[in-house]
């Protein structure tokens, strides 16, 4: 895991929404094992501390769930990808929305501008086949991925 911190918030919720990155975007899957305590605060050069709030704080949410002497998992939850995927995306709309009218826009010029853009960039597709991460578009601040 990679993660480019940022002087906004808790590193502890940065690596907490790194993981919900990582699990909306097929990264990390159900029952999937997750680097333990240590081995993730030497990765990421945080405070062990710091990743023992996040992974209590994820397995409080629901997210993960640690078994004695086998490590810690995110949870076998069929709904568990699709709500942290809603959860990420009316985050992102909110902030947009949010942005998009202090500069002046309606909500069909939005609308239209989403098309236009997404035709652009998804549709006409990528050179290389992929399509573009947050990091790619200057977006998402701590947003490398990859564990």
Do not use: W
């Amino acid at each position: 895991m990679q993660l480019r911190l940022d002087q906004h918030s808790p590193i502890y919720q940065q690596i907490i929404d790194e993981f919900k990155r990582a699990i909306a975007r097929g990264e990390l899957v159900p029952g999937d094992r997750i680097p333990s305590q240590r081995e993730l605060a030497s990765m990421v050069q945080v405070n062990p501390n710091t990743v023992q709030r996040a992974y209590r704080e994820m397995e409080q949410m629901g997210i993960t769930e640690t078994l004695r002497g086998q490590g810690t998992f995110i949870v076998n939850d069929e709904g568990l990808v699709a709500s942290i995927r809603r959860e990420m995306a009316d985050r992102a709309l909110v902030a947009f929305v949010g942005e998009m009218h202090a500069l002046g826009y309606g909500c069909d010029e939005m609308a239209e501008m989403v098309r236009a853009t997404y035709r652009r960039v998804i549709e006409a597709g990528p050179k290389d086949g992929k399509a573009p991460s947050s990091a790619d578009q200057g977006g998402a601040p701590g947003g490398e991925g990859g564990f």
